[in-house]
């Protein structure tokens, strides 16, 4: 899939500094997203590759650099535009983050009720369409997620994440701690979703695989910057970083998978 | 760059998904136009709600060419609209949507197929008071075999450490002695000054009616001694301290470093329970001392206040009034309290599971129900004490 034919970046990061004390995190990131793409986000550990997704997302501010997503600058916003502009994003945290007091389909009901004036049976229906287009049965929608397995954990995250049919949805290692049949499954669920819904997808990943079957293209952090790229241009990279990361035993061995 | 994007935006808003219908060549036309989304899904449904065709089995055609955008609340909104006409008996035909949204549409459809109605509620108890009043007997007499036999496991673990008490970890021990001890002091010892003061101007205000208000230090006395100073100390104690195990233990819990321990050949009730309670075994009669001091201080700063009796004749009148015995009446109660408080604030801290309301609830139930067994045994102490004549 080519990225979707807007002149318009969905998200676009430029110059972006982070500083934590002494220690810089980031130095001058630049990238953009394109509508309808999936961006993969990858490096090594501790080279700030949530941070990167918590600052776009607003959970944390950059020292310096400018944010835009969905053409607005992140840093210039009212509360007022803060919230309506968070309506149109969806985030899935690590390992859910689901409100552990609630129900699934309670928690996939919270931004609704919140946000929207919607009846409440519509509202109701919205979260089991939502529970059900994950790939969830419909028994799972009145558990507790103390009483989800890991990766329940994650769709009903990710239905919560979809609940208000968001333009862009954000993704904190979506298939980490998954079985390799679960990951599987997950990256497919994202690429239909993301295909059905007409998502921008950001997701910060470890998984080679999820890589190759759905990023469209990779921001990858090295050296406190971003290399952007489609698969093919980074496995030409001779970074040694990217180099070994696209060409050593998991490259070669997703890749190879791949076809 | 910005004004663009501001403007598509705003386009969206003002772009609201409408519907019209009317009667043609015997056809019942819907059409649905603009973008049909979270934002006008509302409207859209109550509209859809009043737009039924007026005949019976009517064939509806539902237009979707003019739709400019989808998303699932809105595709659910059309969803509906046709389950309800077919259910209605009337013959629905969808037409011109675009591929990308058509996709969508059967996508929730899909999902929406798959929602099983929910499931009735079953029948209630026929008298939910008495019903409620029976679960909750059940679960308080549960609670205290548990704890009863939490007390047995910590006795076992206690003893088995006497056999090898190289084994105890000071380090911890000597960490909790400082919480619950040296730093509870200031807050005990606040209250404990304000209660002096309290409890000798009460005492004065009645005793003065007879003209023995020097008999102020000797209801401050045996009061502080026997029972308010360890009393109040235990409440506090069990507000800050087992509150504090609870939520630590229980933490720990949820972030499995319990299971991790286990893993590890560690036992949680060595490394876990053990310093705790016999930190708060040392602390709490010291700290117990420590407010009788202060709040006789308060009393004897209210005394001088109030009713002109110095110092000196504080002193001595104290001298005659209380004994030695007075004192450890009421500390000799303070070991008991410790270990009542660290064993609930234990229990109820391995107790958590998964979630951190948990810790939450079980916090807050740790404090309740150690209190409460604080102020128990202590009228059974009276009881007692009453018994022995002492």
Not at chain 1, 34 to 50: C, F, I, Q
Not at chain 1, 177 to 189: M, Y
Request: proline share 4%.
């Amino acid at each position: 899939m080519i990225a979707g034919g807007e002149d318009h970046p969905v998200i676009r990061v430029s110059g972006l500094r982070t500083r934590f004390g002494q220690q810089v995190v980031h130095d001058g990131v630049d990238f953009s997203v394109a509508k309808g793409e999936v961006m993969g986000l990858v490096g090594g550990s501790g080279t700030g590759k949530s941070v990167l997704l918590r600052e776009i997302v607003g959970l944390m501010e950059p020292t310096e650099g400018r944010i835009e997503v969905l053409g607005r600058d992140t840093r210039q916003l009212s509360e007022r535009e803060r919230i309506a502009l968070q309506a149109r994003w969806g985030m899935l945290f690590q390992d859910g983050a689901l409100f552990s007091s609630l129900t699934v389909l309670e928690n996939i009901q919270v931004p609704l009720k919140e946000h929207t004036s919607l009846p409440r049976d519509l509202i109701e229906e919205i979260a089991r369409v939502k529970v059900a287009m994950v790939g969830l049965g419909s028994e799972a929608g009145d558990k507790y997620p103390s009483q989800l397995s890991g990766g329940m954990r994650k769709r009903a995250g990710l239905a919560r994440a979809l609940a208000m049919d968001p333009e862009i949805l954000f993704l904190d290692e979506p298939t980490a701690g998954l079985d390799p049949i679960g990951a599987n499954a997950f990256d497919e669920l994202i690429g239909n979703l993301q295909k059905s819904l007409g998502l921008t997808v950001v997701m910060v990943t470890h998984d080679l695989d999820s890589l190759y079957a759905i990023c469209d293209r990779i921001a990858v952090l090295v050296d406190k910057k971003v290399v952007v790229g489609t698969i093919d241009d980074l496995l030409k990279q001779d970074h040694p970083w990217i180099h070994d990361y696209f060409h050593g035993p998991r490259g070669r061995a997703a890749g190879a998978a791949r076809g | 760059m910005m004004p663009r994007g501001s403007t598509r935006r705003r386009e969206g808003y003002v772009q609201r998904g409408t519907i019209t219908s009317a009667w043609a060549e015997g056809q019942f036309i819907l059409t649905a136009a603009g973008r049909w989304d979270i934002a006008s899904a509302q409207v859209l449904e109550t509209q859809l709600r009043a737009k039924a065709p007026d005949r019976q089995e009517a064939s509806v055609c539902l237009d979707l060419s003019g739709l400019t955008a989808l998303d699932t609340a809105g595709a659910l909104v059309i969803d509906r609209l046709l389950r309800r006409l077919r259910n209605q008996g009337h013959q629905v035909a969808v037409v011109g949507a675009r591929a990308d949204l058509c996709e969508l549409l059967r996508e929730v459809q899909r999902a929406s197929q798959g929602i099983a109605t929910p499931m009735p509620l079953p029948a209630g108890p026929r008298f939910p008071f008495v019903d409620r009043i029976g679960r909750v007997t059940v679960a308080v007499g549960q609670d205290a075999l548990a704890m009863l036999n939490f007390l047995g496991l910590v006795t076992v673990t206690l003893l088995r450490l006497l056999r090898a008490p190289g084994r105890f970890r000071w380090k911890p021990f000597a960490f909790h002695l400082e919480q619950v001890g040296l730093n509870a002091l200031p807050i005990v010892g606040l209250l404990s000054f304000l209660i002096g003061i309290v409890l000798a101007y009460q005492g004065a205000d009645q005793l003065r009616r007879f003209g023995a208000e020097i008999y102020v230090v000797n209801l401050l006395g045996i009061g502080v001694l026997r029972e308010i100073g360890i009393l109040m100390t235990s409440i506090i104690v069990a507000g800050r301290s087992g509150s504090a195990f609870t939520a630590q233990i229980g933490t720990m819990k949820v972030n499995q470093e319990v299971d991790a321990m286990r893993t590890l050949g560690l036992d949680p009730m060595e490394l876990l329970v053990l310093p705790r309670m016999l930190a708060l075994l040392v602390a709490l009669p010291l700290v117990a001392f420590f407010a009788n001091v202060v709040a006789l201080a308060g009393g004897a700063v209210m005394a001088y206040a109030y009713l002109d009796i110095n110092f000196v004749q504080f002193t001595r009148q104290l001298q005659i009034a209380v004994s030695a015995t007075t004192l450890f009446v009421g500390l000799v109660k303070a070991p008991v309290f410790a270990v009542v408080i660290a064993l609930v604030g234990c229990y109820e801290g391995l107790r958590v599971t998964g979630s951190a309301e948990s810790v939450g609830l079980l916090t807050t139930k740790s404090v309740v129900v150690s209190i409460f067994l604080v102020i128990v045994l202590d009228a059974i102490f009276s009881i007692l004490f009453s018994y022995l004549g002492i």
